[in-house]
């Protein structure tokens, strides 16, 4: 399990940080996606038909969040299914980032389901219309009860994992709706009984969408590379250069390929090393500290004995070598 510190309401990776509750293996977790689908694929039916029976928007907007889940699950299921996929001479890095991809459609999905349920409760509460109080509250159990079976199959995920939290959260959020039309429907008979319903579809609606532009600006950094959210580079580099002294660690770039695969480069002075040899033992040494207590997958570093002329913490670009000018017309650049 992590030890991480609490930092403004999120989880921060601190040098104490060593490792992950990674959950079930693959094969376990692909078994709980596909239950989780089952299962959701059986409730979008029942919550279709008893919505259109009872009238209930609420329970449609559950129906549309419940299919939505069946898609999420499949997509998540698609992608883990890529991302064990060997690296290839084109594709280095292998196809983990097909799982970060899938979390941030399943996370715009979430989004146009959210809006367009919305649209239609407003609708209603304007117009609100009687709804079938006992149709609606024994689809709505049957629901909620299958909701919480499906977070159950998914709550032990690797916390990196942003693929298979975008389905949990999917399934999280649906026990919430199912909930509310649980209520909705109890109250169903009563003078508000009408404007509930609708009400309650608003109100998951905007509970979905909290969690889901969260999950699309996590997703979104990922794909432009940027360091995962709550690791503090400048106490990386600190962490290193306490333990190592002179192997001070500038120029750092970090970012993740796909889920819990941490990638990091950086160049480290080697003040003292006397041959090669040594060079190599101490980066190694390196690269083993960066594994065990900050999860770096793989690290690149570029020894120095001398600092280089950009030795801030992230390093510039600028220094890049330019490009060769080009030659005049009428001069080859080959033999003759």
């Known amino acids: 399990m992590s030890l991480a510190s609490k930092e403004e309401g999120r989880t921060v990776r601190t040098a104490a940080s060593h490792g992950h509750d990674h959950g079930p293996g693959d094969g376990a977790m692909d ?24 009238g209930s928007v609420s329970l449609l907007s559950d129906a549309a969040h419940n299919a939505s889940d069946v898609m999420a699950v499949v997509l998540a299921l698609w992608a883990r299914r890529l991302g064990r996929r060997p690296a290839t001479a084109r594709h280095t890095y292998g196809f983990r980032r097909a799982e970060v991809m899938a979390a941030l459609a399943n996370a715009v999905t979430l989004i146009v389901v959210s809006a367009l349920i919305a649209r239609e409760a407003v609708q209603r509460l304007f117009h609100p219309e009687p709804v079938a109080r006992g149709v609606m509250l024994a689809v709505a159990l049957v629901a909620f009860a299958a909701n919480v079976g499906s977070v159950f199959l998914l709550r032990r995920h690797d916390e990196d994992d942003v693929n298979v939290k975008s389905a949990f959260l999917h399934m999280a959020q649906d026990a919430l709706a199912s909930l509310a039309v649980v209520a909705a429907a109890l109250l169903a008979n009563t003078a508000v009984g009408p404007w509930v319903d609708p009400a309650a579809a608003i109100l998951v609606g905007i509970v979905v969408l909290r969690s889901a532009v969260a999950l699309v600006w996590e997703t979104v ?12 580079v400048e106490e990386l580099a600190a962490s ?12 750092v770039h970090v970012w993740q390929a796909g889920p819990g695969q941490l990638l990091l480069t950086g160049h480290v002075t080697v003040d003292g090393a006397e041959n090669a040899a040594s060079v190599q033992k101490r980066l190694g040494e390196i690269k083993t500290f960066l594994h065990e207590r900050w999860d770096v997958s793989h690290a690149t570093l570029e020894p120095e004995a001398t600092p280089c002329e950009t030795n801030g913490l992230l390093g510039s670009w600028e220094g890049a ?15 003759s």
């Not at 290193?240 to 120029?251: I, K, N, S």
């Open 31 to 54: 078994a709980r996606l596909w239950a989780s689908a089952g299962l959701n694929t059986a409730i979008t039916a029942a919550e279709v038909v008893g919505g259109l029976a009872s």
């Open 221 to 232: 950094s990922t794909l432009l590379e940027g360091a995962p959210a709550g690791l503090d």
């Open 321 to 335: 070598p330019a490009p060769a000018p080009a030659k005049p017309d009428g001069v080859s650049g080959g033999k």
């Open 240 to 251: 290193v250069a306490t333990a190592f002294g002179e192997g001070r660690l500038h120029h």
